[in-house]
């Protein structure tokens, strides 16, 4: 069974410039979160879809946004990009918010450099 | 506001037991999780224990809570050097069981 897939693995993007990431949660999983780590700042949570909705959000500006397909597929978009914005981000599937028995599946991460 | 706390760094000799603490603030957690983040790689869930149990056994990983003073820890019985990684604990909090999560630990091993 294929796990988290995220994309692209590495990005270098300038300053002012958007990104978008993506993340394919494991088949049959419908909720997806999304963390940012740094080496300062630990593991910070962005935000967690399912069905298509946002469910929870972290302390982060409108800058960081997410979607969620019906596919259950995610995106994050972040605009107008700032140097603090390098990081490690991962994305967590599981097979839905209210299964914390089953924990979280976590992807490989997408490494964004700004410069 | 809720708060995971965790030593930066264990450093134990291969053979020997790892104990990795973690303290936390919120009193309402419902689950308590170890992950284990191996380099460029992912999070991967080791364990978790229910807030109601107070020690949780799997194999070489013993995971013992102490609800009363917010304490909870890992302990690795004859660690390995493929057991080499970042330890992170969190807990579940609220009705949407939100995640708080602690820096994490790096374990290194000693030959």
């Known amino acids: 069974k294929a796990g988290v897939t995220q994309t692209p693995r590495y990005l270098i993007k300038t300053r002012g410039q958007q990104v978008t990431l993506s993340c394919s949660p494991i088949?049959?999983?419908?909720?997806v979160s999304w963390y940012q780590q740094t080496p300062g700042q630990g593991l910070q949570f962005l935000f967690e879809?399912?069905?298509?909705?946002?469910?929870n959000k972290g302390n982060f500006p409108g800058r960081f946004s997410g979607r969620q397909f019906s596919n259950s597929r995610s995106e994050m978009n972040v605009s107008t990009l700032e140097l603090g914005d390098s990081a490690l981000y991962l994305c967590?599937?599981?097979?839905?918010?209210?299964?914390?028995?089953?924990?979280?599946?976590f992807g490989s991460g997408t490494r964004l450099t700004v410069v | 506001g809720e708060d995971v706390e965790q030593s930066l760094f264990l450093s134990v000799r291969e053979g020997d037991s790892s104990v990795i603490n973690c303290t936390y603030t919120?009193?309402?957690?419902?689950?308590l999780y170890w992950y284990k983040q191996e380099p460029g790689a992912g999070l991967q869930l080791l364990t978790y224990?229910?807030?109601n149990m107070d020690m949780k056994q799997d194999q070489r990983l013993t995971v013992l809570l102490n609800k009363k003073d917010k304490h909870l820890s890992l302990r690795i019985a004859d660690t390995q050097t493929g057991d080499s990684a970042i330890y992170f604990c969190a807990e579940s909090i609220g009705s949407n069981y939100q995640l708080i999560w602690g820096a994490g630990t790096k374990l290194i091993i000693k030959p």
């Open positions: 879809y399912f069905s298509e909705t946002q469910r």
């Open positions: 919120d009193s309402s957690s419902t689950y």
């Open positions: 967590a599937s599981s097979l839905e918010p209210t299964s914390p028995n089953y924990g979280y599946t």
């Open positions: 088949s049959g999983h419908r909720s």
């Open positions: 224990i229910f807030s």
